[in-house]
């Protein structure tokens, strides 16, 4: 149980970053409406996020390893970005938007909505800042293995995240449609992203 805390951290950042609204959970929302390919699209994503944080992890664990003064700025640097994450949440929620999805009939091939999926991962600019930069920066302070267990949790935010807006879709779409619904949702976001930034400042 002694890395416990760091998986809890890892699940508590990696949902924060991924449940806000954009094209990639309208997407999945969709197909899972649609009942299309739902085990692929999900599959796509938490697997590509799962690659994504262990390559972050890797890399920002290789770097504090060489150059110890790193894990100081980067300590300092993510705390700032997370504050400033946490302020645009917030702001969201007091100007709540809602996640609407075309609901057409047209069937639409596996590998047309594969490539859709892995698109609005890969070539998300975003996505590499979420999960490799900062993930991978706050799983540093975590030691080794901490680092690791860390990682573990995020990713498996992605693998409890995604099967349930896919599969679980034609129940949260209503929920989803209501700005409301973000609106809790962003607090949360918020108050996560600011407790995570508390501890990165007092090395908690």
């Given at each position: ?123 998300n600019p975003h996505v590499y800042l979420d999960t490799m930069v ?71």
């Amino acid at each position: 149980m002694t890395y416990f805390p760091s998986l809890l951290a890892g699940l508590g950042a990696g949902l924060a970053l991924i449940v806000a609204i954009g094209a990639q959970n309208a997407f999945i929302l969709r197909q899972g409406i649609r009942r299309e390919h739902v085990l692929s699209v999900v599959l796509i994503c938490a697997l590509s996020d799962a690659v994504l944080i262990f390559a972050g992890v890797a890399g920002v664990g290789a770097l504090v390893a060489t150059a110890p003064w790193v894990l100081v700025l980067a300590r300092w640097a993510g705390a700032v970005f997370l504050i400033v994450y946490a302020t645009v949440a917030l702001r969201r929620a007091f100007r709540p938007a809602a996640l609407t999805v075309d609901r057409g009939s047209r069937a639409v091939s596996r590998t047309s909505v594969l490539a859709t999926a892995a698109a609005l991962t890969w070539l998300n600019p975003h996505v590499y800042l979420d999960t490799m930069v900062l993930l991978g920066t706050i799983a540093s302070t975590h030691g080794n293995p901490g680092r690791w267990v860390f990682a573990a949790g995020a990713v498996l935010g992605s693998f409890l995240w995604f099967p349930t807006l896919g599969f679980g879709a034609r129940l949260l779409a209503g929920f989803f449609a209501r700005p409301g619904s973000w609106r809790l949702l962003d607090c949360l976001v918020a108050a996560v992203m600011l407790l995570v930034a508390i501890g990165l400042l007092t090395g908690s």
